[in-house]
RNA sequence: GCCUCUGUAGCUCAAUGGAUAGAGCACUUGACUUCGGAUCAAGGGGCUGCGGGUUCGAAUCCUGCCAGAGGCGCCA
């Protein structure tokens, strides 16, 4: 924000070092960490300590103050610093608040909308998240995985990055199967009415099916005959549809669609536009087709002639000596493909064909060994890309109760969370802002519990598991998204009464703590979307937004703004409200949530 | 056996080598005839799992333990 001020300063620092022999390195400016100050900071132990390296006798944080007092008599006439100090090794600069303000106020709303964006970075990034398998519905665990992948998304994209989304549902296997046959057995022609009905309904046949499947205790003859027979049904199933027999391909089709319906009905709701749809169905082929590539290039050994499987060496060919990457099954003995290898023909199809040159795989930490085989295989055929593929594990979601099992029907479905986020939102909603109509009242306990979901999603650092409690997810109180929601709200009804936003102000009028505290956030925001998209890290815009609406309350509560003492005072308050609005509105859309007019 | 992640206030979590380790919830107290109280202001609450080390400086990096979770060639 302060490019050009910040830039003379430094050269002034330099030029002092170089002449005193003084070893500084690079110059590392901060925010100044006291509430109500605005400014920047730098400090000196890194060059003191340098000096006591090269021999001479000092002490390092006295050594640090003296650097720093002499540096701060370098800075006393720059324009722009209004006050200089130095004080137990670092340099802290304060701003003239009335250049500043301005600058950032303007800067805010002139970009609106695209305030915070970074420059075009030149690079092609895929997202993939969004990888639920069908023929089961949509619970918590998932949630986390696409509100973490669309946050994520957002971000890059914001940030510079031409970004495309990309989904990969799991649409075969054996669980699939299972559906499948119960579906077949039990309960043929039927098909309950409604999206979420017919998602959640195969939820039940699974667990149904995966309890006459599995080996009970003390069962007698009867019922192990029974199990055993309805094992070789699946496994007949199984079989029809590895050899497309029209039928149960039609079966599955149809289920499948079933599946998908929900989960793009989900997706709409979450505000999510995949641009591309990968299906696991879909790579088999062209996974079998890496398997004879890696064969022919020697990367890949097959032992099928002993009658074993087609494996990868990986550490071996990568010439390493410890464990690492360990060796991998790329093709099993009877010839079909791996979870691996379809994740191998799908990294080949996005660096091919999509053009892609940065990949970010949004997945389960569990499948971490996976993802850094996959990308050292990916190494060994040769992408560059492979450096730039990086796997964003998350923690898995469990319940207060233990671990989800889909298999043991105890999960917690996001459908049935959101429907009770809204009766909850509708609640206070009614209390709150009983003058709303119908459907904007319904619109808006959409928003607002969908606001609290998602932000206590986010709100996690990824790599933590994560225990869902309803009522901790679904708070509106505290650090919450509703909380951010509600300072963007009230910015919005101050703007509303007075009508228009004036077109300019100067920022001449004395500035309380409140209102520094606010514009020097509202100054980091851009910052903000770099740090957070280059570390892969949701995290850290989530917390940004919640500083600036914590600071927006503050500030509401003790400064006036339509009844300021003085008119110009009044405008430029607008103006800062305005702004804070604007970057309140930016930093929830990218976590994902929408920022309402009302509630 | 090997590898990865986690351990911070009663609880849920921030803080990725810098200044006095911060929020929310819960608890105590105060603030609506004034821009919306889903809010604000204030208070108590800490051996950052334990021991060593590196550094001017460590919750953060290294190392050894302890505790929890996860992963490790034909599941995904």
């Known amino acids: 924000m302060f490019v050009q001020e910040q830039q003379e300063i430094e050269v002034r620092i330099r030029a002092y070092c170089a002449e005193q022999g003084i070893p500084l390195n690079e110059i590392k400016w901060s925010a100044l960490p006291f509430s109500g100050e605005w400014g920047i900071s730098t400090s000196f132990f890194a060059a003191a300590a340098a000096e006591a390296r090269s021999g001479k006798s000092v002490n390092v944080p006295q050594r640090a103050q003296e650097i720093a007092e002499q540096a701060a008599g370098l800075i006393r006439n720059v324009a722009g610093i209004a006050r200089v100090e130095a004080i137990k090794g670092y340099l802290n600069l304060y701003f003239e608040t009335p250049i500043y303000a301005r600058r950032v106020v303007d800067a805010v709303l002139e970009q609106g909308r695209d305030y915070g964006r970074g420059a075009p970075k030149g690079e092609r990034v895929m997202v993939e998240y969004a990888q639920p398998n069908t023929h089961h519905s949509f619970h918590i665990g998932h949630a986390r995985n696409v509100v973490l992948g669309e946050a994520l998304a957002r971000l890059v994209e914001f940030a510079g990055f031409e ?19 119960a579906y077949n057995k039990f309960y043929k022609g039927q098909e309950p009415q409604g999206v979420h009905e017919r998602g959640q309904w195969l939820l039940k046949i699974y667990v149904e099916a995966t309890a006459l499947l599995e080996p009970k205790e003390n069962e007698t003859p009867e019922e192990k005959a029974q199990r055993e027979a309805y094992e070789a049904e699946r496994r007949e199933m199984y079989r029809k549809w590895d050899a497309g027999d029209p039928e149960v391909r039609a079966l599955w089709q149809m289920t499948r669609e079933w599946s998908l319906e929900e989960l793009r009905d989900i997706l709409r709701l979450l505000d999510v536009k995949i641009d591309v749809w990968f299906f696991e169905s879909e790579v088999d082929e062209p996974a079998k087709q890496i398997v004879e590539e890696l064969i022919a290039r020697g990367i890949a050994d097959d032992e099928r002639p002993s009658g074993g499987a087609v494996i990868v060496k990986i ?16 093709l099993r003995a009877d010839g079909t493909t791996l ?7 799908l990294a080949k199809i996005k660096f091919e064909k999509f053009g892609v040159d940065r990949s970010i795989y949004v997945v389960d930490v569990r499948q971490s060994l996976h993802f850094q085989q996959a990308f050292a295989i990916l190494r060994l055929m040769g992408f560059p890309q492979a450096e730039k593929c990086y796997h964003l594990g998350y923690g898995f979601v469990s319940l207060p109760e233990g671990a989800m099992s889909a298999r043991r029907g105890r999960v917690v479905l996001f459908k049935d969370v959101i429907d009770d986020a809204v009766r909850r939102a509708l609640a206070v909603e009614s209390a709150k802002a009983p003058d709303l109509d119908e459907e904007q009242r319904r619109q808006v306990a959409l928003q607002v519990g969908l606001g ?8 996690v650092d990824n790599n933590r598991d994560m225990v869902f409690d309803v009522d901790q997810a679904l708070s509106f109180d505290g650090r919450t998204g509703p909380y951010i ?12 009464k007075a009508g228009q936003i004036p077109q300019q102000a100067a920022f001449t009028h004395e500035l309380t703590a409140h209102e520094v505290t606010l514009i020097d956030l509202l100054a980091r925001f851009p910052e903000t979307v770099q740090q957070a998209a280059g570390e892969y890290r949701p995290l850290v815009m989530a917390n940004y937004a919640y500083d600036l609406a914590n600071a927006f309350h503050s500030f509401y509560h003790s400064v006036p703004v339509l009844q300021s003492e003085s008119e110009s005072t009044r405008a430029a308050r607008l103006r800062l409200v305005a702004a804070a609005r604007q970057t309140l509105a930016n930093a929830l859309a990218l976590l994902g949530i929408t920022a309402p007019e009302v509630m």
């Open 163 to 181: 970004t495309i989304r990309a989904s990969y549902p799991g649409d075969l296997g054996l669980g699939v199967i299972t559906v499948l046959w």
């Open 315 to 330: 550490d071996e060919k990568l010439g390493l000596t410890k464990e690492k990457y360990r060796t991998n099954v790329i």
């Open 339 to 345: 979870y691996l290898t379809k994740d191998l023909a």
């Open 452 to 459: 609290a979901l998602v932000y206590s999603m986010l709100a």
């Open 485 to 496: 929601q509600n300072a963007h709200v009230r910015a919005n009804s101050i703007l509303r």
